[in-house]
């Protein structure tokens, strides 16, 4: 069964940091693009950042550059996302996919919350 | 920055046809994708390249892109159809979903 398993969410303050995890089963992880999409709360969904097969081109939104962090471990099957400088806006539902611009987000994780507040 | 529009909201009677509507500058010119939420699900994959369902996804579902605007079509709409959907197409590196459409079956 391909899988994919966030974690890593957590209650933190403004200014802090975190760093998400997400895990991958089922697939061949290093052939695939992988990205992070968030979901703040009664929102929609916004793309975070999208890391190549092998690390070496990495993007992101312009609200979390300088900020956030995507890397990718193949020999571990996980993607992570290191956020600084937390924000409140930056509060969602963090969900990391398999990307493709022929196939789409064709493989979801079920999520992790990051909620940032003091 | 690339931009996609989707109507907040459409509405559709039980067995008829929906149509969600994506808009987005020369959006024909590459693939779209669209994705189904269901509340507190995760979003899944429904159309790709513009017109290609993924393995399991109803035939109902179709898509359809040229111009300016992609759309999903759902035909014969049942009630579990309900959900929000979301557009998403690519800018250069960078992904870009529209602000979705909640689809109401009443």
């Known amino acids: 069964e391909v899988q994919l398993v966030e974690s890593g969410g957590d209650l933190v303050q403004p200014g802090g940091s975190l760093r998400l995890s997400c895990a991958a089963s089922?697939?061949?992880?290093?052939?695939?693009?992988m990205s992070w999409v968030r979901q703040a709360p009664g929102k929609g969904l916004e793309w975070v950042a999208n890391?190549?097969?092998?690390?070496?081109?990495?993007y992101y939104v312009d609200s979390v550059k300088g900020r956030f962090t995507i890397s990718r471990d193949n020999a571990k099957n996980s993607l992570y996302l290191q956020m600084n400088s937390l924000r409140a806006e930056d509060t969602a539902v963090y969900y990391c996919?398999?990307?493709?611009?022929?196939?789409?987000?064709?493989?979801w994780g079920q999520g992790t919350p990051v909620t940032v507040s003091s | 920055s690339y931009e996609l529009t989707q109507p907040p909201s459409v509405s559709v009677s039980p067995g008829q046809t929906a149509d969600i509507t994506c808009s987005g500058d020369?959006?024909?010119?590459?693939?779209s994708c669209w994705y189904q939420q269901k509340p507190g699900q995760s979003p899944v994959l429904v159309i790709y390249?513009?017109?290609r369902r993924p393995s399991g996804i109803p035939e109902r579902f179709s898509g359809s892109n040229s111009g300016n605007t992609a759309t999903l079509t759902i035909s014969g709409t049942q009630a579990m159809d309900e959900a929000d959907y979301y557009c998403?197409?690519?800018?250069?590196?960078?992904?870009?979903f529209g602000g979705g459409t909640k689809l109401t079956v009443l």
């Open positions: 996919a398999s990307v493709s611009y022929f196939y789409g987000m064709a493989v």
């Open positions: 089922g697939l061949t992880f290093s052939s695939y693009w």
């Open positions: 890391i190549k097969q092998d690390g070496s081109e990495k």
């Open positions: 020369k959006l024909g010119d590459i693939y």
């Open positions: 390249q513009n017109n």
């Open positions: 998403q197409a690519w800018d250069s590196n960078t992904v870009v």
